[in-house]
């Protein structure tokens, strides 16, 4: 019988469940495996006994993976379990970009003690005038489980796409429209589309990637998506961007203290696999990838 447990509470799957990630340091000795969702593990000390980690969601940025390694300790993703609802709110907050519903219904709330508000709003609304994205070209940077999916969606929606990844695998390959447009240079995406979604993970290589030179690339009132990772955008030249015009919209899922609050961006607190079937979905697939190794010794998505 292997003792698993759970930090953060990603299901109710009959495991110990912390929800603070210093108790399982003091009371966790034993466990053989760990199943972590947002949490971070980087100051924990690994028990001992420790084999594996299984982190229900796609990123691993909150597990120390060279501690892992130097420990033995298998690290598990659970890739595109979760790709469903990142894409909904992707599609969400490009909506959101070019309809300006974040202003109306600021507006709202503001007028809501108006008796003719009804009234009012007719005349406020030209205010608010959008534009729609059938037509629009999207950018997608970064075909994984999430980047595919946005893309046909996108793509359903009569949008224009377009796809840059250069390690683009097979299955990607065959669950892409044949509408996506394929480009080899990330700079083809940064000067010819109106939106420009990034799905990249967080590496070396990613981090800083949205930065003063890559946004001087981008067309003029370019509207730019970050639901993949905070870091992958320099926030200050992305602000830069805004107060310039050459960024219309920045719609991000990572808040900080540069952005957030910011005129043209719409900030999210990291909602996009928020779903009650994306976090089911991640949970069962961590605790089966995590069972398969404890008991079987296969290794899947590590
Ligand atoms: C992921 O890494 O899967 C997403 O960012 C969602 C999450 O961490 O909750």
Request: net charge negative; with cysteine; proline share 3%.
């Amino acid at each position: 019988m292997f003792q698993i447990n759970c930090l953060n509470p990603i299901a109710q799957v009959g495991l110990k469940n912390f929800t603070d990630q210093y108790e399982i340091t003091s009371e966790v000795k034993n466990a053989d495996g760990i199943l972590v969702r947002s949490a971070s593990m980087h100051e924990m000390e690994l028990p001992e006994s420790l084999l594996a980690v299984a982190r229900a969601g796609a990123g691993v940025n909150n597990i120390p993976l060279d501690k892992c390694a130097e420990h033995g300790v298998v690290v598990f993703n659970t890739p595109g379990a979760n790709a469903n609802g990142v894409k909904e709110l992707v599609i969400a907050g490009m909506l959101l970009a070019a309809r300006d519903v974040v202003s109306g219904i600021e507006w709202v709330k503001a007028s809501r003690e108006d008796p003719d508000i009804a009234k009012a709003a007719e005349k406020a609304k030209k205010n608010f005038a959008g534009t729609e994205i059938k037509g629009k070209k999207l950018g997608v940077i970064g075909l994984g489980a999430i980047g595919v999916k946005v893309a046909n969606a996108a793509v359903a929606l009569d949008m224009e796409v377009y796809g840059y990844d250069p390690y683009l695998s097979v299955n990607a390959a065959w669950s892409l429209s044949r509408a996506v447009h394929h480009v080899t240079n990330v700079e083809d995406i940064y000067a010819q589309c109106d939106y420009i979604t990034i799905h990249v993970p967080l590496m070396d290589s990613t981090k800083g990637m949205i930065n003063a030179e890559a946004v001087g690339k981008m067309k003029d009132g370019v509207i730019l998506l970050n639901f993949a990772r905070d870091l992958l955008a320099d926030e200050e030249d992305v602000l830069e961007g805004l107060h310039s015009g050459k960024i219309a919209r920045y719609v991000s899922d990572f808040p900080n203290a540069t952005t957030a609050g910011q005129k043209g961006c719409i900030v999210i607190p990291h909602l996009g696999a928020s779903t009650e079937e994306s976090e089911d979905n991640c949970a069962v697939m961590a605790v089966e990838e995590m069972m398969d190794y404890l008991e079987n010794g296969n290794i899947r998505n590590s």
